[in-house]
């Protein structure tokens, strides 16, 4: 990196996820919000999605605490960017409508298919550790906001992680090293 120290979100995630290449947009009564793609990261071939504006409203966490939390996601390039932007459009909006922050472990689904034609239809959160460490935190916020992984997941994994929990659930990732950007792998359990 150049060193320069980076002061806006945008620039936070130029930084670390690389030039953004498209950015879709929804405006509700409540908030705005955008999500943004760049190519060829974590991996190549791989495009990265990150939201924009969900780091505008502070969320409430466990114990009375807060935090200011983005998603990021990755997928095959093979798979619609439009589809995939309208889901964590989506997502995120309900998320922030709810007011509450994403913790690691959750799961959230399964319900429908997260795009169209695709097999996963849950999303698992946690940590983004397959991105450049730095992206995990943007101190550029008050309270610091978080960057939360949204890992595509089977319907089995999600019942998996319910009845198991969260930790079993990522040894077994780890283990078995499947291809986290491809949103119709087999499930790992």
Not at 27 to 33: Q, V
Not at 98 to 124: F, H, K, W
Request: with cysteine.
């Amino acid at each position: 990196m150049s060193g320069v120290p980076v002061t806006t979100l945008p620039e936070h995630i130029a930084t670390f996820l690389g030039s953004i290449e498209n950015a879709w947009h929804i405006e509700t009564e409540a908030h705005e919000l955008q999500v943004v793609k760049t190519p060829n990261h974590p991996a190549r071939g791989v495009s990265a999605y990150a939201t924009l504006g969900m780091s505008n409203t502070v969320l409430r966490m466990p114990g009375s605490r807060t935090v200011r939390q983005e998603l990021v996601f990755a997928a095959h390039e093979r798979f619609s960017a439009p589809d995939i932007a309208a889901f964590l459009l989506a997502f995120g909006a309900s998320i922030l409508s709810l007011g509450e922050a994403l913790l690691r472990g959750d799961m959230i689904g399964p319900q429908n298919p997260l795009i169209p034609g695709v097999s996963a239809t849950s999303v698992y959160c946690t940590a983004p550790v397959p991105f450049d460490e730095r992206l995990a935190t943007y101190d550029g916020s008050d309270p610091p906001t978080v960057f939360v992984w949204i890992l595509p997941a089977t319907s089995d994994e999600a019942e998996f992680v319910m009845r198991n929990g969260w930790s079993k659930f990522e040894e077994l990732l780890e283990s078995r090293e499947p291809d986290l950007w491809d949103l119709n792998r087999p499930s790992v359990v």
